[in-house]
């Protein structure tokens, strides 16, 4: 199976640099230059808390169609620059081919379905993990749950095990799931805290040693799956939505995981968050439901209010 990741920052550059390592026929993709430039001299380090250390080389271009047709298409691009990859992508795209997204946030497959014409071809996936770009080549990466992916169609098919094989060869737990609008929704109730944790400049390991901090953590959570509930969709632990962020923050403060959340990297980077896919995903569905969601609606307005004083567009 030939494999094209699209966008090589964090996510991208963690896969590619475990898929390489396992012996997959898998290239990377990215508009950086001097990123293209760096991963080809270097290769990619993943780190981990503990200080262990494993250098993967890597084949990435800049060039889309040097790349050729492949089987599979990974998404791992800003929510915001989705469709723009997608469309950048059709070169190397064929009639078989499935495209993943592994991104933050909801709404990215309904993007690539509208992009590509073909909802059958998409998946989304969730992966609860943190990783700190160190360098263009040198990722921290603090693992809490790996991925579980599934088709937007809800037909899981042999395809998508085949798939789930080859990732696995390469380090991770992988689960198929029929049912990705649930795991999306999943990771968004947790996701909620990445605004609060850039609000507050906050680490990972430091969150939930502050019991307001926590509180309104909560608040933002119970907003995230009201207005999932209420849209038919199924959670993981919707009678529990706090036990699942709970278990990845104890085991991130237990390793030393010195992670950030991705709106304070990309804050202090100079770069537009997905704060609208996130908190600001579950404001707009509590407008649609009439649902009150005042903790996600200030977290949103607080966070673009930080973009706004650093000019970020």
Request: contains cysteine; hydrophobic residues 40%; proline residues 4%.
């Amino acid at each position: 199976m030939r494999i094209a990741i699209i966008g090589s920052g964090a996510i991208g550059g963690l896969f590619g640099a475990r898929l390489s390592g396992s012996g997959a026929d898998v290239m990377l993709f990215d508009v950086s230059k001097p990123l293209v430039e760096a991963i080809t001299r270097e290769g990619i380090t993943i780190e981990t808390p503990s200080g262990e250390k494993n250098t993967f080389p890597v084949k990435i271009t800049d060039d889309i169609a040097a790349i050729g047709e492949v089987d599979l298409v990974v998404i791992c691009v800003k929510g915001y620059h989705t469709q723009s990859a997608v469309k950048g992508a059709l070169p190397i795209i064929g009639k078989e081919t499935r495209i993943l997204s592994i991104q933050n946030g909801v709404g990215n497959i309904e993007t690539i379905a509208d992009t590509m014409g073909n909802p059958g071809r998409v998946m989304g996936g969730s992966m609860k993990s943190n990783i700190l770009p160190i360098s263009f080549t040198h990722l921290l990466y603090s693992k809490g749950e790996d991925l579980v992916f599934g088709p937007m169609d809800g037909e899981v098919r042999q395809v998508h095990h085949d798939i789930a094989e080859i990732i696995q060869k390469s380090g991770f737990q992988v689960k198929v799931t029929d049912n990705i609008q649930g795991a999306l929704w999943t990771k968004v109730s947790h996701n909620v805290m990445n605004a609060l944790a850039a609000v507050l400049w906050m680490t990972n390991d430091e969150f939930m040693n502050y019991p307001s901090a926590v509180s309104v953590w909560e608040m933002a959570v119970k907003e995230a799956v009201d207005v999932a509930v209420a849209q038919g969709i199924i959670l993981d632990e919707a009678e529990d939505p706090w036990a699942g962020p709970r278990k990845v923050y104890r085991m991130w403060h237990e390793t030393g995981s010195k992670g950030k959340a991705t709106t304070l990297q990309d804050l202090e980077m100079g770069r537009k968050t997905e704060v609208d896919i996130i908190n600001g995903a579950v404001v707009e569905a509590g407008k649609r439901l009439n649902i009150p969601t005042p903790a996600n609606d200030m977290l949103t307005l607080l966070v673009k209010a930080m973009e706004e004083k650093r000019q970020i567009g």
